[in-house]
């Protein structure tokens, strides 16, 4: 339809005002207004998603262009929400693309009134290297009566809500394992 | 009320959400109440060169061309640079749309513009009489429109203060570009070719403020901005003005130039003064809710419109429309 | 009397569109539904692209964005009012609310918005979209016009900032957007609409106090839900723009409201003024004349 | 109750809506006027932290005027028990159950239990209690009862004395709510429940932030069991969760005392076996008595072979708890630097957290931190922008811990589930990579673990064995080799080792090692090779249930009990309410849901002598996570502070409790440190109520709101909610400024004077309360001072949450002081209200 606008109709507006005297209708609209189109149309693809604030879980769905986000807005599929969101929801696509979002790793020194930047691969090294040395150094193989404890509690891990149950089960098995005890989530508060 | 109770969530107000105005302010600059007065005085000076041509008074037609071609010269650099988009004024041709006097009246300043320049043109430099000749007319027809369809621009809003003066203020537009006119070739022109134009001075200041003053009357409760703060200065300051310019020249402008150009002057600014009065009025009138509400609630109690709102069982045929 | 002939060939202006016009398209807001999450002031913003001004706190309530305008297509009203306080009030409250429920049951009862003590009115206004539309009859450059649903919209490719639209619009709605020169407004999301999508705000309106649709079937749904909050005792709902007598021929976006128009902010009997330029016309030509008439007086006067 | 649904929950709010508009009522009690106050029938306005007074009335109502849904309360519960001898009640201890021991400030339950039953393993700890471990009972039967219900020591009539105080008038005298106001209450829930209505209740922190918080629920547990609302449609207590998978977060927990699915963290003990641990932990009846096989599967999914029946399947190597390790008590260790390194993730305790010094002031203890989150938020920044660098308490300079700042990956960015409040697992889809050096948890944490066993690959410490056995090869996808989530989900479902095929559910589970699963409750997740979680047939082409969309655990339920939402014969309790019931065709369960019930167990089936686990059950119990199948009215075990709900004043109170002579939980968990002093009750110096609260417009700590334009103009400012008559009293001045004051700091807001706060009569006195959003703090887009730094840490002792809902405070009009004055200027409060101790 808006290709049969691109064809027709678009001689100057003063001209199609013949067919609409008082200039209020098809003859004042301009070629792009003729042809334009939602950017959910353009998008490259959809994915379904789930919106990341509240427990309610309203379906979302993320429309791609470039690789880049350009959409996010309820999804009708859903029986929870019914394609509904809320003002947090419905600002989801900001808080995705927000100018404000940190994109890159940041260190700061003991003492020190700067951040650094640092590698996230490096970063991730001297991480380990701290777990180690913290697990060694607060080691309770026992308590007082000889029982076994097998835990440190050097370490301690609190999560946020919005972790993925895979993260959470990666995250709770790893610190497991490495006998680290203290490990919450906002679940306690 | 007590100061406690005020100080807290204001208590819904049956009057406005919170005392906002309903209407928003207009965004027009001061350039617009100055493009009032340049338009009005081209469009009159053109129609008091022709007929100065036509009574064979050349040196006041010569006069009033150019005083018609200075006005219509500042007229577009005004207008353009009230304009959000400047860039964009040609799109003020795009289209011709009756129900906008502002379409309408950029097209009779783009004619008048064009005949003005030609008349005018031949006028004082001598080229083309005939061209000259033949645009004469039409730039004197077109002057009289131009130099009102401003007050219908106003009138074409949801201001209360203009709209209500549909039917007058064309003639406060009217009284004062004559006046304009006339006191700028008074000015310009010597008195023996001037009388004229005193007249035109002295009887369209008279008019002005006449009109200004009917129509102030005639709005009722919504003219109060006419009254009150700056528009209320300004509506004095017009008044005084024009009558004591009109004075002077009726007195003393026959014999002294001096007293001529001084009348001229005054009466000059008075008619700045007047179409500024009209212009900050529009603000002050649009900025408090009670004269956009207050007058509709009226209409609605006197049972002469039902109003947008109906409650469950109230008929949905209106008989009001017909009965306008 | 002319302005009337008008009027119709603004409405018909839709009909410009021949076989390409499409069933008038609006909102029908149910204030009675709202629970003020402002969802809608986002979702259009994040949809359109609309930038966000970070205001002080206001007092007014828990609305912060205050008015419609260039930069807020969708505005949250917020109206806390006084009822009688105390446990009788209270109680009878929801004694009556059973009785009633009864009495139109399946339909059940609303207290809107109605507590112990107090009465909390939300309330989600937009452009009117008007039958007889100011904004649009004043518009110089054509900027603004009627699309093929009924809706009216600026094209901002088109827009010169003239802001003649500005004060025309009888509810306040359009207004000229600082930093950009141009005037803004809710589009009824046109774009969307191309492509057979509702609006974002009435897509994220979590109770569907936001409806969207054709309007003579939203006005048919009005017209029961009013009927029914009559029965179930909520004498003081009242239909806002539904019916096409009003000043401005109809609303394209009506609402429900529970209190009067002004209340939220509304004028109560709106007009599209341009109704009147016939007058308007006649009195700039009377002008003119005088004008003409006035300088021939003063020119071929007799002399003294 | 305890819930702003509206304003919290807004999408989940349609449902309310629609039921309202089909002639449900809806009845909103809250200290506040909210925008859920504004949408329902009712609204009213109560004391904060008075909400046990309140149902404790409504159970008096129904109990006095014999409302209860007897055929209901006679199977399904266990009214009938008859109690133990010893047991005492409040009533006649003056506020303390029997086996209260001042020393430990803790109970011994053992005389709260069923008389006649094994109480051998009563002395389970809070960590420990999950509802039903320790209940032994011989065939899940009650061994002593009375069907009449009349015995004195029948928990049906226990149940009566214990509420009989709870009258009207003293609902009015504690709660503020007019009686009649209580009454309509009352009357209104009981006239719509039976077999033709039911009655849901919706609560949110406003009742688990307390120092009663877990009685609370129970409070409402018992309300629904005697009005039959459990485990029938529209019914139920439903716990509207905050955040996107907090309850995720609770099922596969990253908490200190629970594995995945509820099983307990072991404990220090002689002989740390499984088969001790399992003992225990799990009754030999009900769904925990699989306890064993549950907890092998798991260990069997954490170290795949290395895991063999000669080492205990390396039961072992779970680290023992024995204590409380929760967060609160972790962070007043920080404080003692007794821990070296922290790691923060998509959390800001610095603005989230009660006494939010204590935990700025903590974290400056630590050796290191890592704080991963999409935005910079106010726990990565402490060191350089908190308000203790204003004041001068701490200074970058003097902080010797070393910060890593990690951007993180948004859900738009990774493939994963998040479990919603009513229990469903949803799959997201990954839209796009995250950019530059965002990477999601599952990336960081997978090769975290990945260079540590590296590093520690040729240790021959026994410690590094835990983390050197696990299963750890997880497949990688992409540029940035993003470990498979689905994997991962596959791990959590669980496999037959034998055949390598998917766990369909958890009754397939063996306690040889012959099974796997990360998480019993999760078993048919990922069942015939399909992510059950990544389903998305629309809504509106399914039934109402919508059982195809998403899966929720357990076995795909919607409803858990559902069994109960027929009668005892298994026909629906009626036409109006059927969900599920009994087809003797079939000989099956059937309905609109998954039966949350052995499927073919008929409602006359009867246990054979031998029978344990869920055979154990006769056809007509239907909450089959309890040893004896019933609903727990009483709950002999598994709440640390007393069998029954019982009416305590808030840690900080003006009043004095008018029902004992024990003014708070005795059992709360308080922490005596200069940094968190408490607000005396009956102060003077705090004579206001305060409550904190979240808005629409913003989320939690802000990290996700503050952040964004379009949601920072709509809530520019914090802001306190008074009433006239408080601004009355302070001379505060609407839109101008007060300064909130608790022992612990000062903090600023605008004022926003309303009708919508009342103050309440309450014990003939008229109280005001104070609310404040507490979304704020010092960096974004919008900025304020933090809510959270006025609360003190007093926890409930059964799950350590604090008590930010209820607290006492003072106000004043105008700005607070800055830098060092503001410390003086609490100090001086400090000392008005004669608590010692100065700010470390």
């Given at each position: 339809m808006s290709f049969k606008h691109q064809l027709t109709g678009r001689a100057p507006a003063l001209l199609r005002q013949l067919r609409d005297p008082l200039g209020l209708g098809k003859s004042a609209q301009s070629k792009r207004s003729a042809t334009l189109t939602p950017r959910t149309k353009t998008a490259d693809r959809m994915v379904q998603s789930v919106c990341p604030y509240c427990a309610v879980g309203c379906g979302q769905r993320v429309y791609v262009k470039d690789e880049k986000v350009i959409q996010i807005e309820g999804d009708p599929d859903s029986p929870i929400s019914r394609g509904r969101l809320c003002p947090k929801g419905s600002a989801t696509e900001r808080y995705v693309n927000s100018p404000l979002r940190e994109m890159k790793l940041k260190y700061r020194r003991p003492y020190a009134t700067e951040w650094e930047e640092l590698d996230l691969d490096t970063a991730t090294d001297m991480i380990a290297d701290r777990v180690i040395a913290a697990r060694a150094e607060t080691w309770e193989h026992a308590n007082e009566d000889g029982l076994p404890l097998n835990r440190t509690r050097g370490i301690a891990f609190l999560g946020g809500a919005t972790l993925d149950t895979e993260e959470n089960y990666l995250i709770k098995k790893l610190f497991t394992a490495l006998g680290a005890v203290q490990i919450e989530n906002q679940a306690r508060i | 009320m007590s100061p406690r109770e005020r100080a807290m969530v204001p208590r819904a107000d049956p009057q406005s959400y919170y005392g906002q105005p309903v209407l928003k302010q207009p965004v027009w600059a001061p350039e617009v109440p100055f493009y009032f007065f340049a338009g009005g005085m081209a469009g009159a000076s053109a129609g008091l060169a022709f007929a100065a041509g036509l009574r064979g008074n050349s040196e006041l037609e010569r006069r009033a061309w150019s005083v018609a071609l200075v006005g219509l010269a500042v007229s577009p650099p005004l207008l353009i640079s009230d304009l959000g988009r400047p860039e964009r004024f040609l799109n003020m041709l795009r289209m011709f749309k009756v129900s906008s006097p502002m379409s309408v009246g950029s097209w009779i300043l783009a004619a008048f513009g064009g005949a003005t320049t030609v008349a005018a043109g031949s006028e004082l430099t001598g080229l083309y009489p005939a061209a000259g000749a033949l645009a004469k007319p039409v730039a004197a027809a077109l002057g009289m429109p131009l130099a009102t369809y401003t007050a219908g621009l106003l009138a074409n809003t949801s201001v209360p203060v203009w709209h209500g003066a549909r039917h007058t203020l064309p003639f406060v537009f009217a009284g004062g570009s004559a006046a304009s006119a006339g006191a700028a070739a008074t000015i310009a022109t010597g008195l023996g070719s001037a009388a004229p134009a005193r007249r035109l001075a002295v009887g369209g200041a008279l008019a002005a403020v006449g009109a200004a003053f009917v129509m102030e009357r005639s709005l009722g409760e919504i003219g109060e901005p006419y009254h009150e703060q700056a528009a209320g200065k300004l509506t004095r300051a017009a008044g005084a003005l024009n009558l004591a310019g009109a004075a002077l020249i009726a007195a003393r402008g026959r014999r002294s130039r001096?007293?001529?150009?001084?009348?001229?002057?005054?009466?000059?600014?008075?008619?700045?003064?007047?179409?500024w009065a009209v212009f900050r009025a529009g603000f002050q009138s649009a900025a408090d809710p009670k004269y956009t509400v207050g007058p509709q609630r009226a209409r609605v109690e006197r049972g002469e419109s039902r109003g947008a709102a109906r409650r469950a069982g109230a008929s949905n045929v209106g008989s009001v429309s017909e009965s306008v | 009397m002319g302005h009337r002939v008008l009027t119709l060939d603004t409405r018909a202006s839709a009909e410009s569109y021949g076989e390409s016009a499409r069933p008038r398209m609006g909102f029908f807001t149910d204030t009675s539904l709202c629970i003020g999450c402002k969802a809608c002031e986002v979702a259009c913003k994040e949809w359109n692209h609309v930038p966000a001004d970070v205001p002080e706190f206001s007092g007014k309530s828990y609305d912060n964005t205050l008015s419609l305008g260039a930069n807020t297509w969708r505005h949250v009203a917020f109206v806390e009012q006084r009822k009688p306080v105390g446990a009788e009030a209270a109680a009878e409250d929801l004694v009556e609310a059973a009785e009633r429920a009864n009495a139109v049951d399946g339909f059940g009862i609303q207290t809107y918005q109605d507590g112990d003590g107090v009465r909390w009115l939300m309330s989600s206004d937009v452009c009117k979209h008007c039958t007889s539309a100011a904004c649009l009859d004043v518009c110089p450059t054509g900027a603004l016009f009627r699309t093929e649903f009924g809706t009216v919209v600026v094209q901002d490719d088109v827009c010169n900032g003239c802001g003649y639209c500005v004060p025309a619009c009888p509810f306040g709605v359009i207004d000229r957007r600082e930093d950009d020169?141009?005037?803004?407004?809710?589009?009824?999301?046109?774009?969307?609409?191309?492509?057979?999508?509702?609006?974002?705000?009435?897509?994220?309106?979590?109770?569907?106090?936001?409806?969207?649709?054709?309007?003579?079937?939203?006005?048919?749904?009005?017209?029961?839900?009013?009927?029914?909050?009559?029965?179930?005792?909520?004498?003081?709902?009242?239909?806002?723009?539904?019916?096409?007598?009003?000043?401005?021929?109809?609303?394209?976006?009506?609402?429900?409201?529970l209190d009067e128009p002004e209340v939220y902010g509304l004028p109560p009997d709106p007009v599209a003024t341009t109704r009147d330029v016939g007058q308007v016309w006649t009195g700039v030509l009377a002008g003119a004349a005088a004008l003409g008439a006035g300088i021939a007086a003063a020119v071929f006067g007799r002399r003294r | 109750m305890g819930s702003n649904m509206a304003e919290c929950h807004p999408v989940g709010f349609q449902w309310v809506v629609e039921a309202k508009e089909r002639g449900a009522k809806v009845i909103h009690i809250d200290p506040r006027y909210t925008r859920t106050s504004a949408a329902a029938d009712l609204h009213v306005p109560l004391r904060a932290g008075s909400d046990i007074a309140f149902l404790g009335g409504v159970i008096n109502y129904i109990l006095e005027n014999g409302r209860e849904f007897r055929e209901y309360v006679e199977e399904y519960t266990n009214a009938r028990a008859i109690i133990r001898e010893d047991f005492q009640d409040t009533e006649d201890l003056d506020g303390l159950f029997s086996g209260w021991d001042p020393d430990t400030r803790t109970y011994d339950p053992e005389s709260w239990g069923y008389a006649g039953a094994d109480h051998g393993q009563w002395a389970t700890s809070g960590e420990q209690t999950h509802g039903a471990h320790g209940v032994e009972l011989e065939r899940g039967e009650l061994p002593r009862e009375d069907e009449t219900l009349e015995d004195p020591n029948c928990v049906f009539q226990i149940l009566k004395r214990h509420f009989s105080r709870y009258t009207p008038e003293v609902v009015e005298a504690l709660c503020g709510v007019p009686a009649e106001t209580f009454l309509k209450v009352a009357e209104t829930l009981c006239d719509n429940s039976g077999r033709e209505?039911?009655?849901?209740?919706?609560?949110?922190?406003g009742w688990t932030q307390h120092t009663v918080g877990v009685q609370y629920i129970r409070s409402a547990a018992i309300v629904q069991l005697l009005l039959g609302n459990q485990g029938r449609p529209g019914g139920g207590i439903l716990a509207l969760r905050g955040h996107a998978n907090i309850q995720g977060s609770t099922d596969i927990p990253t908490l200190y005392n629970i594995l995945p699915s509820y099983i307990p963290m072991p404990e220090p003990r002689e002989e740390p076996t499984l088969a001790t641990f399992a003992e225990m932990q799990g009754p030999s009846t009900g769904a925990w008595a699989e306890l064993r096989s549950y907890t092998t599967s798991l260990?069997?999914?954490?170290?795949?072979?290395?895991?063999?029946?000669?080492?205990?399947?390396?039961?072992?190597?779970?680290?023992?708890?024995?204590?409380?390790?929760?967060?609160?008590?972790?962070?007043?260790?920080?404080?003692?630097?007794?821990?070296?390194?922290?790691?923060?993730?998509?959390?800001?305790?610095?603005?989230?957290?009660?006494?939010?010094?204590?935990?700025?002031?903590?974290?400056?203890?630590?050796?290191?931190?890592?704080?991963?989150?999409?935005?910079?938020?106010?726990?990565?920044?402490?060191?350089?922008?908190?308000?203790?660098?204003?004041?001068?308490?701490?200074?970058?300079?003097?902080?010797?811990?070393?910060?890593?700042?990690?951007?993180?990956?948004?859900?738009?960015?990774?493939?994963?589930?998040?479990?919603?409040?009513?229990?469903?697992?949803?799959?997201?889809h990954k839209a796009v990579e995250p950019p530059e050096e965002c990477r999601s948890e599952l990336h960081f944490f997978f090769h975290l673990g990945r260079k540590i066993r590296e590093k520690l690959a040729d240790s021959s410490e026994d410690r590094d064995r835990g983390v050197l056995d696990l299963t750890w090869d997880?497949?990688?996808?992409?540029?940035?080799?993003?470990?498979?989530?689905?994997?991962?989900?596959?791990?959590?479902?669980?496999?037959?080792?034998?055949?390598?095929?998917?766990?369909?559910?958890?009754?397939?589970?063996?306690?040889?090692?012959?099974?796997?699963?990360?998480?019993?409750?999760?078993?048919?997740?990922?069942?015939?090779?399909?992510n059950q979680s990544a389903r998305k047939k629309p809504g509106r082409e399914q039934t109402w249930v919508a059982p195809e969309w998403a899966w929720s655990w357990p076995k795909n339920q919607r409803i858990m009990y559902n069994r109960a939402s027929a009668d005892p014969e298994g026909r629906p309790w009626s036409e109006r309410k059927k969900y599920m019931w009994w087809d003797a065709e079939k000989d099956c369960w059937t309905g609109f849901d998954s039966?949350?019930?052995?499927?073919?167990?008929?409602?006359?089936?009867?246990?054979?002598?031998?029978?344990?686990?869920?055979?154990?059950?006769?056809?007509?119990?239907?909450?089959?996570?309890?040893?004896?199948?019933?609903?727990?009215?009483?709950?002999?075990?598994?709440?640390?502070?007393?069998?029954?709900?019982?009416?305590?004043?808030?840690?900080?109170?003006?009043?004095?409790?008018?029902?004992?002579?024990?003014?708070?939980?005795?059992?709360?968990?308080?922490?005596?440190?200069?940094?968190?002093?408490?607000?005396?009750?009956?102060?003077?110096?705090?004579?206001?109520?305060?409550?904190?609260?979240?808005?629409?417009e913003h989320h939690t700590a802000g990290g996700m709101s503050r952040t964004i334009g379009y949601l920072s103009e709509l809530q520019p400012e914090l802001f306190c909610e008074v009433s006239p008559q408080l601004a009355a009293e302070r001379d505060l001045v609407h839109g101008d400024w007060a300064t909130i004051v608790t022992t612990r700091t000062a903090i600023e807001a605008r004022v926003l004077v309303t009708d919508r706060l009342k103050p309440l009569e309450v014990q003939g006195r008229a109280v005001n309360q104070v609310g404040l959003p507490y979304h704020w703090g010092q960096r974004g887009i919008v900025t304020g001072d933090s809510v959270n730094d006025l609360f003190s840490l007093a926890l409930d002792a059964n799950v350590h949450i604090q008590e930010v809902k209820a607290a006492t405070c003072e106000v004043l009009a105008g700005r607070r002081p800055r830098g060092r004055a503001l410390l003086e200027f609490v100090d001086e409060y400090r000392r008005k209200a004669g608590v010692t101790g100065h700010g470390s």
């Open positions: - | 001096k007293a001529a150009i001084a009348g001229g002057a005054l009466i000059t600014a008075g008619v700045i003064a007047e179409r | 020169g141009r005037v803004w407004k809710c589009t009824l999301c046109y774009d969307r609409l191309r492509d057979d999508m509702e609006p974002a705000c009435a897509h994220a309106c979590p109770t569907d106090s936001i409806q969207f649709g054709e309007l003579d079937e939203l006005r048919e749904r009005a017209e029961r839900r009013l009927e029914r909050m009559a029965e179930a005792g909520q004498t003081e709902a009242r239909l806002y723009g539904a019916d096409p007598e009003d000043g401005v021929d109809g609303f394209g976006a009506f609402f429900l409201l | 209505r039911t009655s849901a209740f919706v609560y949110s922190v260990l069997k999914a954490w170290w795949g072979d290395a895991a063999t029946k000669d080492n205990d399947f390396c039961f072992g190597r779970i680290p023992k708890i024995d204590g409380d390790h929760s967060n609160y008590a972790t962070m007043l260790r920080m404080l003692d630097d007794e821990v070296k390194g922290f790691f923060v993730v998509g959390e800001n305790p610095a603005v989230g957290s009660a006494n939010g010094k204590l935990q700025r002031l903590a974290m400056a203890h630590l050796d290191w931190l890592v704080v991963r989150d999409t935005n910079m938020i106010e726990t990565a920044t402490f060191w350089c922008d908190s308000p203790e660098i204003e004041t001068g308490e701490l200074s970058p300079e003097e902080i010797g811990t070393e910060v890593f700042f990690m951007p993180a990956a948004a859900h738009t960015e990774k493939d994963g589930t998040f479990t919603n409040t009513q229990r469903l697992l949803q799959w997201h997880y497949p990688t996808l992409g540029e940035h080799a993003e470990p498979d989530a689905e994997t991962i989900l596959q791990e959590i479902n669980g496999r037959n080792l034998e055949t390598g095929e998917l766990i369909r559910a958890y009754d397939e589970l063996k306690d040889d090692g012959s099974t796997s699963s990360g998480s019993w409750l999760h078993t048919g997740i990922y069942a015939d090779g399909v039966p949350d019930f052995t499927r073919d167990k008929a409602p006359d089936y009867v246990p054979p002598e031998d029978a344990r686990g869920l055979a154990a059950l006769t056809g007509r119990e239907p909450f089959i996570v309890h040893p004896d199948g019933l609903g727990w009215l009483f709950a002999p075990s598994g709440v640390v502070d007393g069998p029954l709900p019982t009416h305590y004043e808030p840690q900080e109170s003006p009043f004095e409790n008018p029902l004992y002579t024990q003014q708070q939980n005795p059992t709360r968990q308080l922490y005596d440190r200069a940094a968190n002093p408490y607000n005396p009750s009956l102060s003077e110096v705090f004579p206001y109520v305060l409550t904190s609260y979240r808005l629409t």
